[in-house]
């Protein structure tokens, strides 16, 4: 397990919003979505710019996709692509790259090769396509995506006050929670329920969907109908309280009990701390670190997953 030091308080904090190359501290963005990749880079919804930058673990900032505002691009590489503030960026396990191209009412993919496409979305605002290609489906703004274990990409669609579920290998979209209408819903199906702005999603490694509610003031929690013994075929990483003071518990879970190391570095590789521990088994740590953002990533045999945590 890996624990890197985000240069904190603040990740960048320059007045250079455009060139690529650039350590961190001297660009500025104003991110929207984030998301690390496999190798711990750092992906960035930048709407300041229309673009969508990469952090190496090294501090160095790079545009992976976007030039201009508006919508263009598809079939092409996603450097020379058009995206409209962009927002949630998530990965899949192919290496797969999802956009949530907000303005052009759009989910935009970048493959491995870097080539961009429309992953979900028409460019006509609106609710339609339940049932069929998300190609053909209206979306209505959003901010939050989430690739879940099962190969689905869950996204929040803000206006349409829905939750859609887009399978990554048939590209059929359904709603799997909210009602279209502001209000509540609790108790009853999750497609029957009313959500009011829905702006973020995340999805636990049991199949539950947790829902940032906005209006509601509510966190939502659409419960899986999925077997625990099948969803529970990997790790899933808790880390609690979080936000924290530098104190937190850690407990990973998973089917059998595995040993794993806990490294903690700064981003740039600089080592703080190392210990051990074993999954199902919570461990105390205490980190001697100023206030910031952490990344904690578990490698659990050559498996790895992350989870953010807030020093504050």
Partial sequence: MIIRALSPPLLVGGADAWSNGIPTTTAILSPWGLAIDPAGNILIGDRLTDRVRKISTSGIINTIAGLYTSFSGDGGPATAAGLADPAGVALDDSGNVYIYDNNNLRVRKINAAGIISTFAGTGSVG?????????????????????????????ADNNNLRIRKISLSTNIITTVAGGGTGGLGDGGPATAAKLNLPIGVAVAMNGNIYIADKINNRIRLVKSTVGVDEIYNKAELAIYPNPNNGIFTLKIITADKSSTAIAVTRLDGTCIKNM????????????DVPPGCYLVTTDISGSKYYQLIFVN
């Fill in 127 to 155: 609710f339609s396509g339940d049932g069929g290609l998300a190609t053909a489906a209206q979306l209505n703004h959003g901010i939050s995506l989430f690739v879940d274990n099962q190969r689905n990409l869950i996204l």
């Fill in 276 to 287: 051990n521990t074993v999954t199902d088994k919570p461990i105390s740590v205490s980190l």
